[in-house]
């Protein structure tokens, strides 16, 4: 099974900061996916990454897929407390079937 | 649009009790995964399924059970329910490998 290694585990920042999360591996990822979790709620697809080196914006996101497909990065731009949540990386396991989940960052943006 | 309805929301069991959580999607996806949430933790994988008739286990099998008899339904089983079984669980289909999942509501599960 492919293990995904999210840091920071949480965050606390101010309305207005900038932040970037990330998603690691010692495998490469053949896609990998971040999804936004708020509370009571099944996650929710932000963006698929593909190709390495691949960065894709959001509004106010930004994900990279490192160019070895090794890792990936959120960045988000000047929060807003609606960004509030548990940002989870996902990626296929190495049979290809199997969508596994890193252990989250959870993100809480103070107005 | 239904997309994937999970059944119970809430659930309290007791210990060496059985249930079977039900999961249905109507977008016609060939992929279906349950997954269990711990508090503060990301989705840990139970068990998933690539079409009708077909599953495999996933990273944390163990005390569950599941089937696949259409492509709809993916039912999960809890044949001895114990403590450590104490979670959220989550139902989610996708149309292939790699495409966006779509999740349920999830059932909170309690074993006292």
């Known amino acids: 099974t492919q293990l995904l290694e999210q840091s920071p585990q949480f965050l606390s920042i101010q309305e207005g900061e900038n932040l970037t999360v990330y998603c690691n591996s010692s495998?490469?990822?053949?896609?990998l996916q971040w999804y936004r979790q708020e509370p009571g709620e099944g996650p929710v697809l932000l963006v698929t990454?593909?190709?390495?080196?691949e960065v894709k914006k959001l509004k106010r996101l930004t994900f990279q897929f490192g160019d070895a497909r090794k890792d990936s990065s959120l960045h988000i731009t000047a929060a807003q407390p609606g960004d509030t949540g548990l940002y989870l990386c996902a990626s296929l396991g190495n049979a290809g079937n199997m969508l596994t989940f890193g252990g989250g960052t959870r993100l809480m943006v103070k107005p | 649009n239904a997309g994937v309805t999970q059944t119970p929301k809430f659930r309290i069991l007791k210990i060496g009790q059985s249930m079977t959580l039900q999961c249905t999607q109507d977008m016609n996806h060939n992929y279906m995964y349950w997954y269990r949430q711990d508090p503060g933790m990301g989705l840990k994988l139970i068990y998933y399924?690539?079409?009708?008739?077909?599953?495999d286990k996933g990273e944390v099998p163990n005390g569950y059970n599941v089937s696949r008899s259409t492509t709809e339904d993916f039912p999960l089983r809890l044949e001895l329910a114990a403590p450590s079984q104490t979670s959220v669980y989550f139902c989610?289909?996708?149309?292939?490998?790699?495409?966006?999942?779509?999740f349920g509501q999830g059932t909170r599960l309690t074993v006292v």
């Open positions: 399924s690539v079409g009708a008739g077909i599953t």
């Open positions: 495998s490469v990822f053949s896609s």
């Open positions: 989610a289909s996708s149309p292939d490998p790699i495409g966006e999942a779509f």
């Open positions: 990454v593909v190709t390495g080196g």
